[in-house]
């Protein structure tokens, strides 16, 4: 499988290195701002740009600092698409760590790893009944392609080798563990129910065990 080798290369490569730190200030569509810590790296397994933000008091937090694992998603975080939840989870994310004190790491990894284009290819498939994990094994790819060897590269670099993650996914908690960062608490992110994205997270709580709770009407209808 594709993240068993990069793990593998990950366990071999030399550790990841700070490229570039800029101060960037942030500012949401609601009126949120805050100001993040961007960093870039050297000697990422998978070769991709992943970014990681310092948030809040990043550099005097606990030894255990508040942590998202974000993946892309161009038509949720940017255009503010209700077929998933991302850009919510993004905004909410950004403002509990900038509370906490920590880091968001925003990973390009589009559509579970298969990418802008076929992601959207896979919207097609679930405007004809699949659901979003189905779309993506229709199309001849995994259910879900995704790696965070590279993440936890990123964490090692900032001594994060212990972090209370922010998700709904339980997966990303094991595969951190299996790159030797471990998560002392999983915390989970609001649930962003709307009538568009409905069956999508199902699919995710029925499929994956994703910590989602649906509101009672949106669940019955």
Known sequence: MVHDLLATKASSAEPATIRTRVRIPLAFGDGYRTPADVFTFNGL?????????????????????????????????????????????????????AAAG?????????GRGIGLYEKLDAYALQDQGLDTYAANTALGRK?????????????HA????????????????L????????????IPTGVYA??????YLQA??????HTIELPPLLAAS
């Open 45 to 97: 397994v998978d070769g991709r740009e992943h970014l990681m933000l310092g948030l809040g008091d990043w550099e005097n937090s606990d030894s255990e600092p508040l942590v998202r694992l974000h993946s892309e998603c161009l038509t949720g975080d940017v255009f503010g698409s209700q077929r998933c939840d991302c850009g919510p989870q993004l905004r909410e994310a950004v403002e509990r760590i």
């Open 175 to 186: 595969r951190l563990a299996e790159l030797g960062v471990e998560v002392t608490e999983q």
């Open 194 to 199: 709307t009538a568009y994205n409905l069956r």
């Open 143 to 155: 259910e879900d392609e995704r790696d965070y060897s590279a993440a936890a590269q990123m964490l």
């Open 102 to 110: 920590g880091f968001l790491l925003y990973l390009r990894q589009e």
């Open 158 to 173: 900032f001594g994060a080798d212990r972090v209370r993650l922010l998700t709904n996914n339980p997966d990303k908690t």
């Open 204 to 209: 995710k709580r029925d499929h994956t065990a």
